[in-house]
């Protein structure tokens, strides 16, 4: 009998099992590309873009933190707002205390919004890019280093950074196992 | 096994009928058998998830808690849903595939029978495995059949994980027997019968079966992602480890979009066998309505997130998925038509399966339409998660799917079992049908446009009254569908002896087959002559 369409739908049946699984690089890279999803970008590496013929030009920057699953822990930021020009360095710190009677680690995830913005703030340095473990008791003054790029749409004159704060102490355990998802920072 | 001999002998005796004992039901490779297995096994999960069905509904009776606990209701909800969709709709239509499409297309069985049983008794593990769950530490899956994360994974009762495996597994029947669908219709067709001289039916079901072939395996993979997320501390679906919520919802609506088309698109088939039929008249528009389907199977899977809007999507995204979705109205728009032209001016006449197959046709465009209300992105943000919702899919799902396996099983009965059911019972059971279905989810569309949001044990005060309708209306329709079984055993065991044609200008290669039909048919290829 003839074999072929069958063994034709199972190669399609393999396939498209492994484009359920593609579909979660494809989304984060789709999410980077259109900077759809607030998510913003890793560490930037370039110079600080030279201003351009928007230099000068004022926005805000509102900045929210989140505690997921009821953390207990303390976490906010050092300045809730501040006003500053497109393209110039600016530094603030966030303030996360452990009060847990052991140590743990955290995370942040960053998120922007409006959305459309993400891809427009570079992060020089933050502490989202790395796990953050704390003694008991244990408190800290968390570094973030931004511009934003003067090509930022003329529409948008505020932003808002929002950091989420999760505890994966437990999550951390298989330590080597290399399939383990964290992607730091992004 | 005699079963092996009894294949192999094939082609040296003609008439012999099935084997004996229950064994029989076990190795069979007959696609008669088989279709059968499938629609006993749907009809005992239409049963079984209807039952749920009225639990829930008992519970809305009145505001307030009154029979179970949150957490069960919750259950309830979740697994109404998951047996509905793959235990009682898939397989009712696998069934008459299984039945029809040999029959339909001229061929001796289906191109692969040995699959063909695998992918049948599978079903029974897959589902016994599923509702286990009700009796396990922690309660069943209570997340919603559409099963969110972190719902799904981080919330979930420990029974999550027989819950995946019992998806696995369907989808694998499923697959299998999509495939075996495929491989018939490609290589068995009879001799001159061209693919666009199948019948209506055959080609619902080809398109069907790509579907199942195409987005069944991206379900396989996202509840393996769950698996992994569960317990092997992956984060697909964590934003703690650098996933994402949402990037469940996008992968399981890739799947859910198309599987929302597999659930209606073989019931299209049945419809545009029956009505020809009972107008007298050739199908209005054959090719018009193949060019639909395909059109309605491709933009399946490019509307996916009209079951997101409220996730937070920028506005490029829901004007894309509006438009697209608003677009699938067009091909339906031209089956309905079709239907109604083929209606148009015919010689009309109302046996049971002609009175399914009209009320298809209303009661779906009614679905149809309070869908492109939800596809409207801006007031999405009103009807999301309301009864809204419920009564729109619940239109398309109960007078659409259901009715139109109920209406295949009335129209081709006779030919089955060669024994005519009860005219007048079956006109019972479809006003009665009709009626209590209607009652039930058409007051749902008032109480989720007020407000009231779906998977809730309770409600305010102000829903009472059309509450109590909807739930005295499912009660009509639960113990309606007791007059079917009636009527079903009633045909079979004292029923009058069937015509050849039962009904007065049926046609297609299955009518020309004799009544009672043999275990065995067209073990040579019949001539087929178009007629289009």
Redesign the interface.
């Known amino acids: 009998?003839?074999l072929k369409?069958?063994r034709g739908?199972?190669v399609?049946?393999?396939?498209?099992?492994?484009?359920?699984?593609m579909?979660?690089p494809l989304?984060d890279v789709f999410c980077e590309i259109?900077g759809?999803?607030?998510k913003t970008n890793g560490q930037y590496q370039g110079e600080i873009t030279p201003a351009g013929s928007e230099k000068g030009r004022q926005i805000t920057m509102q900045f929210v933190v989140n505690k997921?699953d009821n953390l207990p822990w303390e976490f906010e930021p050092n300045q809730t707002e501040m006003t500053l020009a497109v393209g110039e360095r600016r530094e603030t710190t966030y303030r996360v205390t452990n009060t847990y009677k052991t140590a743990a680690i955290a995370?942040a995830?960053p998120s922007v919004s409006p959305?459309?913005a993400a891809e427009y703030l570079n992060k020089i340095e933050c502490f989202c890019f790395e796990q953050q473990p704390l003694e008991a008791g244990e408190h800290k003054d968390m570094p973030l280093v931004f511009f934003v790029d003067p090509k930022l749409p003329a529409h948008i004159n505020k932003l808002t950074l929002s950091y989420?704060l999760?505890?994966?102490t437990n999550?951390k355990?298989?330590a080597s196992?290399p399939?383990?998802?964290?992607?730091?920072g992004? | 096994m005699s079963e092996q001999t009894l294949t192999l002998d094939d082609h040296e005796h003609h008439e012999h009928g099935p084997a004996k004992g229950l064994l029989r039901w076990v190795f069979t490779t007959n696609h008669k058998d088989i279709g059968t297995l499938y629609l006993i096994f749907s009809l005992t999960m239409f049963f079984i998830g209807g039952m749920m069905a009225m639990v829930i509904r008992a519970e809305l009776f009145q505001p307030g808690l009154q029979l179970v606990e949150p957490g069960f209701f919750n259950q309830m909800t979740t697994m109404h849903g998951l047996i509905m969709v793959f235990g009682a709709v898939m397989p009712g239509f696998v069934g008459l595939a299984n039945w029809q499409i040999p029959l339909m297309v001229g061929a001796p069985d289906m191109a692969l029978p040995r699959m063909n049983n695998w992918s049948f008794w599978i079903l029974p593990f897959a589902f016994t495995m599923l509702l286990s769950t009700l009796f396990m530490d922690g309660g069943a899956p209570d997340f919603g059949w559409t099963f969110y994360a972190p719902l799904s994974t981080t919330y979930a009762p420990p029974s999550v994980t027989f819950f995946i495996f019992a998806i696995h597994m369907m989808g694998i029947s499923s697959i299998m027997g999509a495939m075996n669908i495929i491989v018939t219709l490609f290589n068995m067709r009879a001799p001159g019968m061209s693919l666009m001289q199948m019948p209506m039916f055959a080609w619902s079901w080809l398109i069907t079966a790509f579907l199942l072939v195409a987005v069944m395996p991206v379900l396989a993979a996202v509840v393996t992602m769950m698996l992994m997320d569960i317990h092997f501390a992956t984060s697909f679906f964590s934003a703690a480890g650098g996933g994402d919520p949402v990037l469940f919802q996008h992968i399981f609506w890739f799947f859910g979009h198309p599987e929302v088309y597999i659930m209606i698109l073989p019931a299209f088939g049945v419809v545009s066998q029956i009505l020809p039929t009972f107008s007298r008249k050739p199908l209005f528009g054959y090719h018009s309505m193949v060019y639909a389907l395909i059109a309605i199977a491709i933009l399946s899977f490019v509307v996916w997130a009209h079951h997101m809007f409220t996730v937070g999507m920028p506005i490029g995204g829901q004007l894309f998925f509006m438009y697209s979705t608003m677009l699938i109205a067009v091909p339906t728009g031209v089956k309905i038509f079709n239907w109604v032209a083929t209606m148009f001016k015919g010689s009309l006449s109302f046996e049971t399966p002609m009175l399914f197959a009209v009320a298809f046709v209303v009661l779906f465009t009614i679905g149809g339409f309070s869908g492109i209300m939800l596809a409207i992105a801006p007031i999405d943000f009103q009807y999301q998660d309301t009864y809204f919702v419920v009564a729109h899919f619940h239109y398309v799902l109960v007078p659409g799917a259901v009715f139109g396996i109920v209406a295949g099983v009335y129209y081709w009965l006779p030919k089955w079992c060669g024994k005519m059911y009860d005219e007048s019972l079956g006109k019972t059971h479809f006003w009665l049908s009709f009626i209590g279905l209607n009652l039930t989810f058409f007051p749902m569309h008032f109480v989720g446009l007020a407000g009231m949001p779906r998977r809730i044990p309770d409600y305010s005060l102000q829903f009472a009254d059309f509450n109590m309708m909807a739930s005295m209306g499912a009660f009509l329709f639960g113990a309606s569908q007791l007059v079917f079984v009636y009527l079903v055993i009633k045909a079979i065991r004292t029923g009058e002896k069937a015509a050849q044609v039962p009904w007065e200008s049926a046609e297609g290669l299955e009518w020309t087959l004799p009544t009672p039909l043999p275990y065995h048919t067209f073990t040579t290829p019949p001539v087929f002559e178009s007629k289009l």
């Open positions: 009998m003839n369409t069958p739908l199972t399609l049946v393999v396939f498209m099992f492994g484009f359920g699984f579909l979660v989304y259109t759809l999803n607030g997921n995370q995830v959305a459309e989420t999760f505890d994966i999550s355990k298989p196992d399939h383990k998802a964290i992607k730091v992004n």
